[in-house]
């Protein structure tokens, strides 16, 4: 019997194709609340697959009692819930490690952008203000300490990046790590590093992590970086810090809500950068983190093995 794979969102060509050159599978498309229903009230579903945007709770898990497989095409977990998919015995399926090269280089960028201040330097010159290059205010990595908090795939690249450029890298995490650099508890680490790079999953342990206690810690020529989620930092605390001087800049690739409020006043800060949380559009990884998606997708649905460590509910489920 054929297998019915239904999309919330789309994916990449290359994953979309194998989907459709599967014989044993049909394909379902979700993309808005008025279809979706459609789907679920006129068809078994077997398998999900999402981005980080098709929302998969209790709610519907409920709907659908044939449902064996939750896959999203990145790494973040944020719109899925694990729990109850785990205590429905659902296979919970992730793309690990396959965004961490790109999000690595996105938060470098990042950080060089803000300490050289190379948006400002830009936008002069295509303002046609060449003269007030004698106004221009930047700095250099090298030499500076680098404070990463989280030190699991991301974090390890992005500090083996920050080396090459001659900065010293100093983490803390919530275990210690072995690797070349030095371990320091977490508010120490606030208090020595120039520049701070979140590397964490958004969890009720880390949500707020970054609260005006931290902030407050922080040297005001403090940069913070933040490329894991938005909701580790107190978006309002943060505001303050950076409006009052207390920390030199801020540059993201995340918010705590997103797109943010056409009123933020965060977003308009000078010394703040924010990208569209697009660090994994790159097509490379956005490519591979949909095929891999597909491909264990697919597999389980066969009765076959995926690649290892991709069921990211596999201990909970018993699962060797």
């Keep these: 019997m054929s297998k019915n794979v239904l999309l919330l969102e789309t994916v990449a060509d290359d994953a979309l194709q194998m989907l459709k050159e599967a014989s044993d599978m049909n394909i379902l498309t979700g993309y808005d609340e008025a279809s979706l229903q459609s789907q679920i009230q006129n068809n078994r579903i077997d398998a999900i697959i999402t981005r980080g945007k098709g929302q ?76 007030d290059r004698g106004t221009y205010i930047g700095d250099e990595t090298h030499g500076k300490t680098l404070g990463i908090i989280g030190m699991g795939n991301i974090g390890k690249k992005v500090a083996k990046i920050a080396t090459a450029l001659g900065m010293n890298v100093v983490y803390w995490s919530s275990n210690k790590e072995n690797v070349p650099y030095t371990f320091l508890e977490f508010d120490v680490l606030l208090k ?8 964490l999953p958004l969890t009720s342990k880390t949500e707020n992590l970054i609260d005006v206690s931290a902030l407050s810690k922080m040297k005001p020529t403090a940069l913070v970086i933040n490329t894991a989620r938005g909701g580790i930092i107190d978006q309002n605390e943060l505001f303050n810090a950076l409006k009052a001087k207390k920390i030199a800049g801020f540059a993201a690739d995340v918010l705590a809500l997103e797109p943010p409020d056409k ?19 790159t097509k490379t990884t956005y490519t591979k983190m949909c095929t891999m998606t597909v491909e264990n997708t697919l597999a389980i649905l066969r009765d076959e093995a995926p690649m290892a460590n991709c069921i990211f509910n596999r201990e909970k489920l018993g699962i060797g």
């Design 192 to 199: 020595t590093s120039d520049s701070i790079s979140l590397h």
């Design 56 to 131: 998969v709770r209790d709610s519907l898990m409920q709907q659908l009692p044939e449902l064996k497989v939750i896959s999203r095409c990145g790494v973040g977990l944020d719109n899925i819930d694990v729990s109850h998919a785990t205590k429905r015995g659902i296979k919970v399926v992730n793309a690990p490690n396959s965004n961490a090269d790109t999000i690595a280089e996105h938060t470098i960028a990042l950080l060089l952008m803000l300490q050289r201040n190379l948006y400002n330097a830009v936008t002069m010159v295509k303002e046609n203000r060449w003269a």
């Design 263 to 281: 009123n933020d006043p965060l977003v308009p800060l000078e010394n703040v950068l924010i990208t569209a949380h697009l660090g994994s559009l």
